[in-house]
């Protein structure tokens, strides 16, 4: 069976470029950035301001294109532009390409850390799709910790929500902000399910005692409830997209969810756009 949902420590959300380069900036032998929103100057002392000089930094710049005397590799130019800072420019970024320039800007490398400040250009038209999931399946196999800041497409801020962890409780409360409101747009009938039952939903995650428990069972640990097991799972769901509980995958049968992936604080956040929502 394989573990969706979040849960992995090495893999970080950000809700802005300062807490990017804060949590991106000081770890690993390498520091690569994959810029698309920030010149390569800003970058630089935004990481300056925010942890200090690093000892070697690569940038891998979206868009645009070296002078003579670069070493191309297709689409794909470096150069050093400074003490201890390399420069891979992609002119057009296509995934295999951004994924080659990762390549190179880790060659070498003991370790390295990755910091994405706009996730965009892997985005399919409704958000998601399997570009991104692939670029940020290699970006995890070659780098010891991978952050990313959260973009504007809600639906992109979902998926990674399932497999990063909020850096903060500012990225926590946007995650469970757009979620909570795409949830309202798209599907009103699962919104007021969550909106009536999570706290219900709540008490039955921290009651329940197996590891890997389907709905009916933490259903069960409930004392007295007032859902169902199947509204009760439709409140569990929206948790899951929020990337507030994990899922077991891989099953014929129903869900079985995964206490590993249990942020009680995002499930708070949830709880609280929830609230705030229904006030409006």
């Known amino acids: ?60 710049r979206l ?13 794909v130019q470096t150069r050093p532009m400074g003490p201890n800072l390399d420069v891979t420019v992609v002119d057009e970024p296509t995934p295999d390409a951004v994924t080659r320039a990762l390549d190179v800007a880790l060659d070498g490398a003991d370790g390295g850390v990755v910091a994405v400040d706009d996730l965009s250009f892997l985005l399919d038209g409704d958000g998601s799709g399997e570009r991104l ?41 946007w995650i469970a902000e757009t979620g909570v409101t795409q949830l309202r747009d798209e599907d009103p009938t699962n919104f007021g399910y969550l909106r009536s039952h999570w706290r219900e939903a709540r008490r039955g995650l921290e009651a329940v005692e197996m590891a890997y428990p389907q709905s009916k069972q933490i259903h069960e640990a409930i004392p007295d409830p007032e859902t169902t097991p199947r509204t009760l ?15 077991w995958g891989d099953t014929v049968a129903a869900n079985r969810y995964d206490m590993r992936g249990y942020d009680p604080e995002m499930v708070a956040a949830v709880g609280r756009a929830v609230e705030e929502i229904h006030a409006d």
């Open 1 to 60: 069976m394989a573990q969706e949902g979040n849960g992995r420590g090495d893999t970080v959300l950000h809700a802005d470029a300062a807490s990017l380069a804060r949590g991106s900036g000081p770890g690993g032998d390498r520091h690569v950035g994959v810029l698309s929103d920030h010149a390569v100057q800003t970058w630089q002392r935004t990481l300056d301001d925010q942890c200090g000089a690093t000892r070697d930094r690569h940038v891998v």
């Open 63 to 75: 868009g645009g294109s070296l002078r003579s005397g670069t070493e191309s590799r297709g689409a």
């Open 133 to 173: 999931e692939e670029f940020l399946d290699h970006a995890e196999e070659v780098a010891e910790e991978v952050h990313v800041r959260l973009p504007d497409e809600p639906r992109a801020v979902t998926t990674l929500a399932r497999r990063f962890d909020p850096a903060d409780e500012r990225c926590r409360r």
């Open 233 to 247: 799972g439709a409140a569990l769901q929206a948790f899951v997209e929020m990337g507030a509980l994990g899922v």
